[in-house]
T-cell receptor, first 115, second 110 residues
């Protein structure tokens, strides 16, 4: 199994809603990532979890709250978002932390629209 | 700091044409270099990588060589297919960062 599975694929929410994005991998990878991608732009790193602990937070607003319940799961909790937060949210994993030699495996993404 | 510069797109080619997408980088130390591909409506997939100078990465007919003297990692394919239509991202990896270029859209017509 070489997949990273993200749910839901599409999400529409109002600015007062609370929702969550979910990501799952069963490759035994010990690092997991959240990226945000706006249209026609490269992905931007948001968070990194290494061995289930948050290791990098790229100054993301607190209305985005990551959670790593176990080594296979990664959640992104969303609350009080703004329309400019509408984007494709990509989850990725790698065998070990660090970007030097490793390959990142990406999910297909969750396309979020904030009304 | 580290950075990646990619040629602007879109690149429009006929099937079986030769492809080059230019990528140059600035970096301290000895980063790894990657090409990722994003097909419409999908996430990114690693296409190929090179971890040290003079390494050549190759996959699915695509190739790129890590050239330290010109700080480049240009992507090439001898004969493109319609199914190669996608956005291609050059990326530079160090211990704590994976820096993507802005992406180059490739459109291949029959």
């Amino acid at each position: 199994d070489t997949e990273v599975t993200q749910t839901p694929k599409h999400l529409v929410m109002g600015m007062t809603n609370k929702k969550s994005l979910k990501c799952e991998q069963h490759m035994g990878h010990r690092a997991m990532y959240w990226y945000k991608q706006k249209a026609k732009k490269p992905p931007e790193l948001m968070f990194v979890y290494s061995y289930e602990k948050l290791s990098i937070n790229e100054s993301v607003p607190s209305r985005f709250s990551p959670e790593c319940p176990n080594s296979s799961l990664l959640n992104l909790h969303l609350h009080a978002l703004q329309p400019e937060d509408s984007a494709l949210y990509l989850c990725a994993s790698s065998q070990f932390p660090g970007f030097g030699n490793g390959e990142l495996f990406f999910g297909e993404g969750s396309r979020l629209t904030v009304l | 700091g580290n950075s990646v510069t990619q040629m602007e797109g879109p690149v429009t080619l006929s099937e079986e044409a030769f492809l080059t997408i230019n990528c140059t980088y600035t970096a301290t130390g000895y980063p790894s270099l990657f090409w990722y591909v994003q097909y419409p409506g999908e996430g990114l997939q690693l296409l190929l990588k090179a971890t040290k100078a003079d390494d050549k990465g190759s996959n699915k007919g695509f190739e790129a060589t890590y050239r330290k003297e010109t700080t480049s990692f240009h992507l090439e394919k001898g004969s493109v297919q319609v199914s190669d239509s996608a956005v291609y991202f050059c990326a530079l990896g160090s211990t704590d960062k994976l820096i993507f270029g802005t992406g180059t859209r490739l459109q291949v017509f029959p």
